[in-house]
């Protein structure tokens, strides 16, 4: 940690945490947090004419871990499109060798973010017997704090308990599995889908049953929700809904949402939400097929627009040839059969499985078009842009190197017509969407809301990251923007968001002139929920080792070690 | 039209990666500043100049750039690779990867030619005297889109992995060749004249096939669906229509489902 | 008193059991008795305590004669022999934990070496499938739990994988499957009569070779479309009984051994198995695994596509970018070919395993191996480091043959003085940082730590 002082001046500061909105500021930063001042000796970095923000922070991108793992290994094609590579001896330079345009190596991954200025990413799907495997990713990745959410929609403990109700053994065996496998909260992935396609079904409404565990997707939002509440953690459940990518299944995505109705937020992190919906997109979609696909973003987001409990992020759409994974293992599938490219499956043991599918959305091709309309209309349609998040859920709609573009999109009418005018089927495309009469622009204000202190809020980690505010984390961005005179051209935006002019990480400056000057120092964060021993949920656990996994108990426990730097975030639970 | 001459002068201890050697590159330079253009022998940065004696200035463009090769290239990968226009001739043997990635233009190779010849090929011609290694107009690792155009005509023999993942163009093997011919193919055309081992057209989804020789091995998911009169490479003949492989995939047109063909030259 | 230390994993195969019980010493520096391994592990535990374990590097005289010589000596000559090659080839890994693997693509990227592994020479062409067409796959819980009906092709766990049909794919009990054994049918698909194909319910002895033609006819049969009388040697009836075995089964699963990746065609018999599951799963559930052969042999496979993007045959002499292609940057093929010029052999033993030819072409130039014991590698080398083993005093993450992780402990102390693969190759980059004027670059793994607390011998 860098113990030297450093004053970003004269910046136009853009910080929503604090309601400041392009006033000229300085940031002070002692000891890698922000300080209110600091003395004479402080290096000072000139910000005059630029914005300065918080570093981004990422809710939702699969980074690290088995399946994007099984992505990089099976696309060796996917090397031959990485774009800017640095030239001569990587080594030389003091840097790892970056690789891969969709699914980069750990290395490019923790560069490229901190060129986007951003501090915080948060891996989507930590497979539980596979915690390992995501800590030794995390921690070979420069720069970026990260953390992993491990799925419990499909797992055989969390079925069995919420069958019966049990909403205080789930919550002791969340607990004990975020502890074992140094995880951050609650995904869920496809409830009872992903469980059902260990026999190659699926679950595709609230009310199917899944096969040999007599519970229901429904049964399992709720509970795991109730769960949540009772544990208290920094996040919400973090949901990936049933039914995705397929036209028409927005009623279900709103119907899912309305669970959120039935439980109120308990916790002492300052987040306001019981549901994290994540890559919405996905999941607002009206039409009977494919011919008749169009947007359901208006009904969607009308209902998340007044329910206070949701917050939701995009999963927006780049037109770029990416990599769909997901622990969403009958979609996987479902895609394959759609674009005939090559499948990686990876079922898991009592807790969830993966799908791999190469994927290109052609500009060419109306269902794309829709798509990426469809991403955009989200936000554009969304009224608190603090509960609104850029991602592109990378790398399923796209690579999160695209969300400087998507920032373009969405302060830019002229970039979005541009990119509707460059479509064969943009007649149609304007038939089956709203993108064309919304003339909104959003400000920087904004996204800065949706990409540092909402999602920031929304983790639980606001006193930590996504602000500038005294006794945060030294993480800031300067982007080479005029606040008082935004470029005519959108495409300086998105050049000004791929590469900080400079970032500051843990008070150390890691990108000078867009490019990485230090490999940083990096953190683990996970979430240590103390609950009172429950035997029963001991015994289950350890009978369970017994009979039906294939590893040993002691193993399974994710090592210290492998979690070097950890920032624990500790909640205590009331019995 | 400008001459561009190289004489090999040195044998490259390791191999020497000679991606520089094409009209592209060439187009516009000088002698002297083609003999500096780099190259690679394993993590030493070398030039052209280090292997070969370079005479004659290139011409403005690719189009305008003929390269002429006097002696072995055994061990220069990368000749002519990603080519546009222009024509390179070497009189001698290449290694690996000649014309990979090839838009236009012309290779002709008087020896042989090792693996990776015409890898992902688009456009253009390339024509061997000798035989070929494995993998004649290839699909690199993983990628679907292999050969998309132009023609590869090999005089000689050639190995496995003859156009897999192959779209378009037309690859011509003058005598045998080993297994694999065409898999995972979806379009395209590949012709041997001579016998084949086996495997011909495996997972193959479209795209034609004519062997003038004899399969060993047939693939099981093939089936003869009669006799046709084809005319290959200027020559008429009978040939035995199989189609396949019925254990794949395959798209419809205009209703009607769309095969692979094996045109197998009939006993006389 | 003598400790007794349970959930230990195997550093044998690619069963990787974490399940074997290791009584050690009281101090520690002995393995006095293994239990549940199978004879092979149970062997390699014991081998830890042979008294000859070499404790000192060697380095070949200009007599041919090896002598000890101090291990800053070996690292310092290791760092100069690698900066001064104009390629390099860093082979093994098979028997080594994921520490190791790291720390040497620092070495190989700082070297502008070739980074391979033994999959080079076993499951490379399972990788050259996967690129071109997935994998459909599972853990082995899966097949545990599910399978009801198991099939073997190219593949004999009953010699190479001991304990595979007990712990995972035919006897054990699982969730659905509470009658083991009595619910599976399994059948074995292999030109000789092993002891696999003994134990199957059906064995389809085809002829050696044509595996690719025999799935050809399982997918052309599960299109409804009509095949040859017989194919591969095989009856068209048996054939279709095995297809309607397999779309019958609840869970089919499918393990593949060398059969498949070394025989003519290799990838395509792979790539040919791939496209047959993925045809089942429109019918029922299907899943395919390979049979990997080393207790951490997926291990470099998982850590250098993190790190590089690709498995194995990793070109990095670019130092920019990282070059991948198989038949050309594959280890036997660079050797064949004189296309490096200084080996490394770290944890295999490429004397024993690589075609003589090939070997011959590598000891043209600078030998070295880095391997706990002695081996053909060791005694051809020109340097020869001894390390700790993993897994038996030296902890570490392995992947099992389904790529699950598995965090192997020490049963006992290491050798005095003799470092891990880790430690070393940690040694040979920062020397050869000095020697280049460079900084070191560790990232998070390695900055506060060099060696966890060790909850079984501590």
């Known amino acids: 940690m860098a113990s030297r002082e450093l004053i970003i001046k004269g910046g136009f500061v853009v910080d929503p945490a604090r309601k400041i909105d392009g006033d000229v500021g300085d940031v002070a930063i002692k000891d890698g947090k922000i300080v209110e001042k600091v003395s004479s000796s402080a290096k000072v970095i000139d910000a005059k004419g630029k914005v300065v923000m918080a570093g981004g922070v990422d809710v939702h991108s699969h980074v690290a871990g088995p399946k994007v793992n099984a992505g990089r290994l099976m696309r060796p094609e996917d090397k031959f499109r990485a774009g800017i590579v640095r030239g001569n001896m990587a080594q030389k330079n003091g840097y790892r060798m970056e690789s891969g345009f969709s699914i980069p190596t750990v290395f490019k991954t923790g560069y490229e973010y901190a060129r986007m200025g951003y501090s915080f990413v948060m891996e989507a799907a930590m497979p539980p017997l596979l915690a390992p495997h995501v ?36 919550a002791a065996y969340i607990a004990w599995l975020l502890r074992a496998t140094k995880g951050f909260g609650i995904k869920i992935v496809n409830p009872g889908g992903t469980a059902a396609w260990g026999w190659g079904l699926n679950c595709i409404a609230l009310d199917d049953p899944v096969p040999y565990f007599e519970t229901t997707p429904r049964q399992i939002i709720t509970g795991l929700m109730k769960a949540n509440e009772y544990l208290g953690l920094p996040h919400s459940i973090h949901i990936h809904q049933n039914d995705l990518g397929n ?329 | 039209m400008a001459t561009v001459t190289l004489k090999p002068i040195k044998t490259p201890e390791l191999i020497f990666e000679g991606y520089s050697i094409t009209p592209d590159a060439f187009a516009g330079k000088t002698a002297q500043q083609i003999a500096g253009l780099t190259g690679h022998e394993g993590k030493i940065v070398t030039t052209i100049g280090d292997f070969f ?44 990867y000649l014309g990979g990635w090839m838009k236009g233009g012309k290779i002709y190779v008087t020896g042989n030619v090792d693996s990776f010849c015409g890898i992902q090929m688009q456009g253009g011609e390339i024509l061997i005297d000798g035989d070929a290694k494995n993998h004649v107009g290839c699909a690199y690792r993983g990628d679907w889109r292999g050969m998309k155009g132009g023609t590869i005509r090999i005089r000689g023999s050639a190995g496995n992995d003859i156009g897999t993942f192959m779209l378009g163009g037309t690859i011509i093997i003058e005598k045998n060749a080993f297994i694999h011919v065409a898999p995972h193919a979806e379009g395209g055309t590949v012709i041997i004249k001579g016998d084949v081992e086996g495997r011909v057209g495996g997972q193959m989804v479209k795209g034609d096939m004519y062997v003038l020789g004899k399969i060993k091995f047939m693939m099981p998911g093939y089936q003869k669906v009669g006799t046709v009169e084809k005319e290959v490479d200027g020559v008429t003949q009978t040939f035995d229509h199989y189609i396949g492989d019925l254990g794949e995939r395959h798209p419809k047109s205009k209703g009607q489902i769309v095969y692979a063909n094996l045109y197998l030259k009939a006993a006389a | 008193m003598p400790k007794l230390i349970k959930g230990v994993g195997c550093p044998y195969c690619g069963s990787s059991c974490d399940d074997i019980e290791v009584l050690v010493s009281d101090d520690e520096t002995k393995i006095l008795e293994v239990h549940n391994a199978c004879i092979i592990g149970n062997n390699l535990f014991h081998h830890a305590n042979d008294p000859t374990r070499p404790k000192l590097p060697r380095m070949r005289q200009p007599d041919g004669s090896m002598k000890e010589i101090p291990y800053a000596e070996a690292v310092d000559w290791m760092a100069k022999t690698m900066l001064n090659a104009k390629k390099p080839l860093i082979y093994g890994f098979g028997s080594t934990n994921c520490e190791g693997m790291s720390a040497v693509a620092r070495i190989a990227e700082k070297a502008g070496a070739v980074l391979d592994n033994c999959a080079t020479i076993c499951h490379g062409p399972s990788f050259l499938a996967i690129f071109d067409n997935g994998y459909p796959s599972c853990t082995l819980g899966e097949a545990k739990n599910r399978a009801d009906v198991v099939v073997f092709w190219g593949c004999n766990p009953m010699h190479a994988h001991p304990r595979h049909t007990s712990r995972y794919s035919i006897f054990p009990r699982g969730y659905f499957t509470q009658k083991g054994q009595m619910q599976r049918t399994v059948l074995c698909v292999d030109p000789r009569e092993t002891d696999t194909a003994k134990l199957a319910d059906h064995h389809l002895m085809l002829d050696q070779g044509h595996d690719y033609e025999l799935f050809d006819a399982f997918r052309t049969v599960l299109k409804g479309f009509e095949i040859p009388e017989t194919v591969a040697g095989i009856p068209r009836e048996k054939i279709k009984e095995a297809v309607e075995i397999m779309k019958k089964a609840k869970f089919c699963m499918i393990f593949f051994g060398m059969g498949c990746t070394h025989s003519d065609g290799r990838n395509h018999n792979v790539d040919a198995a791939i496209s047959y599951t993925r045809d089942l799963n429109e019918h029922t559930k299907c899943s395919i695994m390979a049979m990997r052969g080393h207790y951490n042999i997926a291990g470099p496979g998982q850590v250098w596509s993190w790190q590089f993007g690709f498995p194995y045959c990793i070109d990095l002499s670019k130092g920019s970018h990282a070059h991948m292609n198989p038949g050309e940057t594959s280890s036997v093929d660079l050797a064949m070919r004189d296309e490096v010029d200084c080996f490394v052999n770290v944890g295999t033993d490429a004397g024993a395993h690589f075609p003589i030819q090939a070997v011959q072409h590598l000891k043209k130039h600078p030998f070295i191996t880095v391997d706990p014991n002695f081996c053909m590698a060791s005694e051809i080398a020109d340097l020869h480091i001894p390390v700790r083993i993993a897994g038996v005093d030296e902890p570490g993450v392995v992947y099992r043959m389904d790529n699950v992780p598995i965090q192997f402990r020490a049963v006992i102390k290491g050798l005095p003085g003799v470092p891990s693969d880790e430690e070393l190759f940690d040694m040979v980059y920062e020397r050869m940082c000095e020697l280049t004027n460079t900084q070191p670059i560790w990232l998070a793994a390695k900055e506060d730590r060099k060696y966890p607390q060790n909850p079984a011998v501590s």
Not at chain 1, 149 to 169: A, T
């Open chain 1, 247 to 575: 036209p028409g299944n927005y009623q279900l995505t709103i119907d899912s949402l309305k669970l959120a109705e039935q439980v109120k937020p308990k916790n002492k992190f300052g987040r306001e939400q019981v549901m994290h919906s994540t890559h919405i997109q996905f999941h607002s979609y009206k039409g009977t097929g494919w011919a008749d696909f169009e947007s359901g973003a208006k009904e969607v987001m009308d209902y998340v627009n007044r329910n206070k409990a949701i917050t939701v992020d995009l999963g927006c759409v780049t037109f770029d040839e990416t990599t769909t994974m997901t622990a969403d293992g009958p979609f996987e599938h479902h895609l394959r059969g759609l674009n005939h490219l090559k499948w990686a499956n990876v079922d898991v043991e009592l807790e969830t499985a993966a799908g791999v599918v190469p994927y290109i959305y052609d500009p060419n091709v109306k269902v794309c078009d829709i798509q990426w309309a469809i991403g955009l209309e989200l936000a554009l349609f969304a009224q608190d842009m603090s509960r609104t998040f850029v991602t592109t859920d990378h790398p399923n709609a796209g690579p999160f190197t695209r969300y400087p573009r998507v920032i373009k999109w969405l302060m830019s009418k002229k970039a979005r017509e541009a990119t509707l005018d460059s479509f064969r089927h943009k007649d149609k495309v304007i038939d089956a969407t709203h993108i064309h009469g919304i003339d909104r622009e959003l400000t920087l204000f904004e996204i800065a809301q949706m990409t540092r202190s909402g999602p920031a809020k929304c983790l639980g980690l606001g006193a930590y990251y996504g602000g500038l505010a005294p006794g945060m984390l030294g993480d800031v961005m300067v982007l080479d923007l005029n606040y008082k005179d935004m470029p005519k051209d959108p495409e300086k935006i998105e050049a000004a968001f791929q590469r900080a002019a400079c970032f500051v990480k843990s008070g150390e400056i890691v990108v000078r002139d867009g490019e990485v000057v230090s490999n940083g120092h990096k953190k683990t964060v996970w979430v240590n929920a103390k609950v009172p021993e429950n035997a029963q949920v001991k015994r289950d656990i350890a009978q369970s080792f017994t009979k039906d996994y294939t590893v040993d108990l002691i193993n399974y426990v994710v090592r210290d070690y492998l979690a070097p730097h950890p920032m624990v975030i500790d909640v205590e639970v009331e019995a």
């Open chain 2, 53 to 96: 004696e370079v005479s004659g200035n290139a011409g403005e463009t690719a189009a305008d750039t003929d390269i002429i090769i006097n002696g072995d290239c055994a061990r220069v990968k990368y000749i002519g690779s990603k080519m546009t226009a222009g024509s390179v001739t070497v009189n001698g043997n290449a290694d690996m």
């Open chain 1, 135 to 170: 800590h030794e990713e995390i921690h070979d990745t420069p720069i970026i704090d990260e953390a992993a959410l491990p799925v419990f929609g499909n797992n055989w403990f969390v079925m069995d308990y919420l069958k019966k109700g049990e909403v205080e053994n789930t």
